[in-house]
């Protein structure tokens, strides 16, 4: 797979590759071996299969993603059960429907005060001024990071996802910076509790389990920076494939509520994320009349997926009236986006605030929307519009 193609135009080359064969050899960013599986079907049951394992202690060495210490290596992406199922209880209570609920009026007003400073008529960045600090705000305050905590966490995470060949050093620096973000973070909060998650998390003990101290980190760094580029990613791609559907988008604001369903539609059409987290088969198994090696390295192209058209119908097409659930954007069975319902909350406000507070939006004719040049992520960094 050519990488520029990938960035580019990533569902032409999934189609091409799902057309072929189910399943592909291909080589890892790093130069490693790994499978890639794009039919919906065969990735649906894929992300179900208990032989599949995020565990990195399986692999034999190929693909593995990218390296983080022990401190923040210790989380639900590179788990498996019965650690996982552990670690996904104690924190499982913060992402209820029931406290989703209790956010959205502080989503709306959050949403609203980003919009005040953009006045009539403009020129700005929605990725800057809009939808990452939305993001940051929101999970920030469930989490309770207060305010001189806060940080622009795309740097952080654009070095780990997409790293700068020609700059080496900087996955590094990322990696330093957050474990000294995390520790001050956490330090505080045992000094100071208060009513939020990451206090929660300290105090958690139920019956004899509680927390190590690598898991508290690692739980505290995946929830903030998931939590955050989530949300970004499908806001971002959610506002810019409307503005290039304005029939689309002229029914959403004729009707604001089809805003779930076209929440749906958008993250099917163009999700947060292109592959799931890399898997690594526990023994010899078959994937697409395939079969795969025990420690062999399993990539799993949601993208793919969810534009395969034995499942969806004209699948490159958005149709914000379609039934679109069943789109694997943000994953399934244990493993399953633990902030997806905060995400659609977050987009859906944003959306509806969005287009209602500026009628005139629009994507700047003599900018391009810049993406990150990221094989995993689909994310935009840069989208310049006026209105």
């Not at 209820?96 to 403009?122: M, N, V």
């Not at 998931?226 to 409307?242: D, I, P, Q, R």
């Amino acid at each position: 797979m050519a990488g520029d193609d990938l960035i580019n135009d990533p569902y032409g080359v999934y189609q091409r590759l799902r057309s072929a064969s189910p399943v592909h050899r291909i080589t890892g960013p790093d130069g490693s071996p790994a499978w890639i599986v794009t039919r919906y079907d065969d990735v649906r049951q894929a992300l179900q299969d208990s032989r599949l394992s995020l565990d990195k202690r399986h692999s034999t060495g190929g693909y593995a993603g990218f390296a983080l210490p022990p401190a923040l290596d210790a989380n639900l992406l590179n788990m498996d059960p019965p650690d996982h199922t552990r670690l996904r209880r104690l924190v499982g209570s913060a992402f209820t429907p029931g406290r989703i609920q209790r956010l959205r009026e502080p989503i709306r007003k959050t949403a609203e005060q980003l919009l005040d400073p953009l006045g009539q008529h403009g020129r700005t960045d929605l990725i800057a001024s809009y939808a990452a600090p939305l993001a940051i705000t929101v999970i920030c305050d469930l989490l309770g990071v207060p305010d001189h905590h806060r940080v622009d966490f795309r740097g952080w995470t654009h070095a780990l996802v997409a790293p700068d060949p020609a700059r080496p050093a900087a996955t590094r620096e990322a990696v330093a910076a957050m474990l000294g973000f995390f520790t001050e973070l956490l330090a505080d909060k045992r000094r100071r509790p208060a009513d939020d998650l990451l206090s929660d998390l300290i105090g958690v003990r139920e019956a004899s389990d509680a927390l190590g101290d690598d898991e508290l980190m690692s739980l505290a760094f995946l929830l903030l920076l998931a939590g955050f580029e989530n949300t970004v990613h499908l806001l971002g791609n959610a506002v810019l494939a409307l503005l290039r559907h304005p029939r689309q988008l002229a029914l959403v604001r004729e009707n604001p509520a089809l805003l779930p369903g076209a929440v749906e539609e958008l993250a099917r059409f163009d999700g947060p994320a292109l592959l799931a987290i890399r898997r690594f088969a526990t023994e010899d198994l078959v994937l697409g009349g395939v079969t795969v090696g025990a420690g062999q390295t399993v990539l799993l192209s949601l993208a793919a997926a969810n534009r395969d058209p034995e499942r969806f119908e004209d699948p490159d097409r958005l149709d914000i009236g379609r039934t679109a659930t069943g789109h694997l954007a943000l994953g399934l069975g244990i493993h399953y986006c633990l902030g997806a319902t905060l995400a659609r909350t977050e987009t859906e406000i944003a959306l509806a605030t969005l287009f209602a507070r500026l009628p005139d939006l629009r994507v700047a004719a003599d900018v391009e929307p810049r993406r990150r040049p990221s094989l995993r992520s689909r994310s935009l960094t840069a989208l310049q519009v006026d209105y």
